[in-house]
């Protein structure tokens, strides 16, 4: 593992963050405009609902976001202690999502959500510990 | 109008929780099987493929996804991804109870934190309402939910 500074080290950390939030608004995103899945099913049936979500670009987008989070989580565990890296991510990306569904989903992310996302933030940090 | 989830949804939120984690369970006791993989030693990744237990936590993963995918059409994000973190709970009592592995004060405080978490989203209305105007991108949702059907747009937009 090569040492890097902790500048470095954060910002691979809120790479992986940022990249996550963006792939899951996107994914939720495209799922919001394109419907019910139960009632795509029942009206065209699975391949009629599996061809609505991969033929949305928005999905795809989100997909390609999930990859690259994937890809820079391997790139900072390469460089960064799993132990600092998976917990800071996975709360990160909880925090990062509920502001984001607020911004861009307009989800109504009340006292409760708030609160909700801050337990299950630091809930995630002390599973690592 | 209060969007509650029938028993069938919660069916669904369920399988999110339970396939994420048994699915990466079954990832790791399979990659432990297989052995260490290198940079050099890439072909082991398809020779892993060959593994049950390895090919079980993909349907797994695959099952994950579109049950989550499945959710996310009818639930906002901020509803979704604290159940899902439930499955963190889930690997950490299968972990204690089936493989004996001891769990510290730390994890036992973390567990605690997540059922509060999800406690607060999951007796609150799982869906927010929109104007039409008010979904980013308007223009193109309208043409999407069309494609659609028609009556998936009733749940989303008022």
């Given at each position: 593992m090569t040492p890097i500074s902790p500048i470095e080290t954060w910002a691979t950390i809120v790479t992986v963050a940022a990249t996550a939030v963006a792939g899951d608004v996107l994914t939720a995103g495209a799922m919001r405009r394109i419907g019910d899945l139960d009632e795509i099913r029942a009206k065209s049936g699975l391949g009629g609902a599996i061809s609505a979500v991969v033929s949305s670009p928005m999905f795809l987008l989100g997909v390609l976001s999930m990859a690259a989070s994937f890809f820079s989580l391997l790139f900072t565990l390469s460089n960064v202690e799993v132990s600092l890296a998976a917990p800071a991510s996975a709360s990160l990306t909880f925090l990062g999502n509920a502001f984001a569904a607020k911004i861009f989903?307009?989800?109504?992310?009340d006292r409760r959500r708030w609160m909700a996302a801050i337990f299950v933030c630091a809930g995630v940090f002390l599973l690592a510990k | 109008m209060k969007h509650t989830l029938s028993p069938q949804r919660y069916l669904i939120l369920l399988a999110v929780m339970l396939t994420a984690s048994v699915g990466d369970t079954l990832l790791s006791h399979g990659m432990t099987q297989v052995g260490s993989v290198s940079m050099a030693h890439l072909g082991m990744l398809l020779s892993a493929m060959r593994n049950l237990w390895v090919v079980s936590g993909i349907l797994c993963l695959l099952g994950f996804f579109a049950s989550y995918l499945t959710a996310l059409s009818w639930a906002d994000l901020t509803f979704v991804l604290p159940s899902t973190a439930f499955g963190y709970v889930v690997v950490a009592l299968l972990s204690k109870f089936w493989l004996h592995e001891t769990i510290s004060l730390y994890r036992w405080a973390g567990i605690l934190l997540i059922v509060c978490g999800v406690g607060f989203v999951a007796?609150?209305?799982?869906l927010t309402e929109h104007a039409?105007?008010?979904?980013?991108?308007a223009d193109s949702a309208e043409e999407a939910l069309a494609g659609a059907g028609e009556s998936a747009a009733t749940d989303g937009v008022r």
């Open positions: 989903l307009k989800e109504n992310v | 007796n609150g209305p799982s039409p105007d008010e979904i980013a991108g």
